[in-house]
């Protein structure tokens, strides 16, 4: 790994937002942090429990439609022990959504009951929406907003301010632009993000990306490679992760003039074919690497 070209990020309003989730902390009740079923630990910025201080939060696995199911009951058992409550679901289907509301009131029971003793009967549940880019907090608004409240496209970075939206009588939400890590010091959460699309592709080696997706396909999930790109464990046991994208790309026919593989082509149909759900539900995260990065004390 120390070898490979580092991917980093840097965008300047990452400092802004910060100081906007620490001052606004004080307007809302509880916390949602969204993150990515698919890369758990790395759709999470190392830095954002400790800015939260002892507010109350939800984590919510969002895209858990794409993710590994198997590995994705292995986190909401690890944030449970953790005593974090989490759910799992997809804003854009809204599956497992059902669960997020009920859970925010079991969390503020004690509150809800100060404010009814003191007459605040009306007074709306304020839930702060954050999240790095990517992750699918416009579409968790839009959805649970029943409107296009919220700007959504797949890209990083496109929720710019804070906003309030009203989601029905009793409670707001306040979204957050996404925050990034404030660099990586972990180059495997970077190939995650980047697998992902939570990086932008422009400022990537796709070909190295591509090569770094096989490789962790090839361990953890390669009965998807093998029904997707036609190999048998034989053709591909031996060599090293480039030859396995230009075995890919031989299969694909996609071959240039004296017989070469255009491993470029390749690298692109690999990571497109992965981000369209086509090799199937995978995760990239398992909860014991968490103790590496994170902590959730």
Known sequence: MSDSPAIQWFPGHMAKTRRLITESLKMVDIVLEITDARIPMSSRN??????????????????????????????????????IPAIACDCKSGKGLNKFFPLVKSELAELIERRKAKGLVGRAIRIMVVGIPNVGKSSFINRV?????????????????????????????????????????????????????????????????????????RKDYPHTIEERYKLSPEEYEYIDDYDLLELVGKKRGMLMSGGHVNTERAAITVLDEYRSGKLG?????????????????
Do not use: C
């Not at 539900?281 to 004390?297: Q, V």
């Open 46 to 83: 190392p830095e954002l429990h400790k800015w939260l201080s002892n507010k109350p939060r939800i984590i919510m696995l969002n895209k858990a439609d794409s993710a590994d199911p198997n590995v994705t009951a292995m986190w909401l058992d690890y944030y449970k022990k953790q005593g």
């Open 281 to 297: 539900k995978i995760t990239f995260d398992r909860p014991e690497d968490m103790s590496r990065l994170l902590s959730d004390k």
């Open 145 to 217: 907003a029943g409107s296009k409240r919220a700007k959504v496209e797949d890209r990083p970075g496109v929720t710019r301010g804070r906003q309030w939206v009203n989601i029905g009588t009793d409670m707001e939400l306040l979204d957050m632009p996404g925050v990034l890590w404030p660099k990586f010091e972990d180059q495997t959460v970077a190939e995650h993000l980047a697998f992902t699309g939570a990086v932008k592709d422009d400022v990537i080696d796709v070909e190295l990306l591509a090569m770094r997706l096989l490789g962790v396909l």
